[in-house]
C-alpha cells in the first residue's frame, strides 16, 4: 500500500478527531514529520479532509492539523 494512501486511510478512520502531522507521524512510524506534512499538505486541498491550526486530539497541542469531513 503507498504511504499516502496509508496515511489517508489513519486520518479517514479518526473522525471528527483532528491529528497533527507530529503524531501522524509517530503513528505510522515514519523518519520525520516533513514526509507526513507533504502528504497532509496534499489530502488537504481535496474537499474530503480539512487543514488548518487547531488542537490535536491526539498531543492536545495547538498546530496545524488534519481532519477527515467525511461521515
Known amino acids: 500500500m503507498l504511504v ?4 489517508n486511510d489513519f486520518v ?6 483532528a491529528l497533527c ?9 515514519f523518519n520525520s514529520h ?3 506534512a507533504q502528504i497532509t499538505g496534499a489530502l488537504g486541498t481535496t474537499s474530503d479532509f480539512e487543514r488548518l491550526r487547531g488542537i490535536c486530539n491526539v498531543c492536545k497541542e495547538e498546530r ?3 481532519r477527515c ?3
Do not use: E, L
Open 21 to 29: 502531522d507530529r503524531c501522524i507521524c509517530d503513528a505510522m512510524n
Open 64 to 66: 496545524v492539523v488534519i
Open 34 to 36: 516533513a514526509h507526513s
Open 4 to 7: 499516502a494512501q496509508r496515511v
Open 69 to 71: 469531513m467525511k461521515g
Open 12 to 17: 479517514t478512520s479518526h473522525p471528527p478527531n
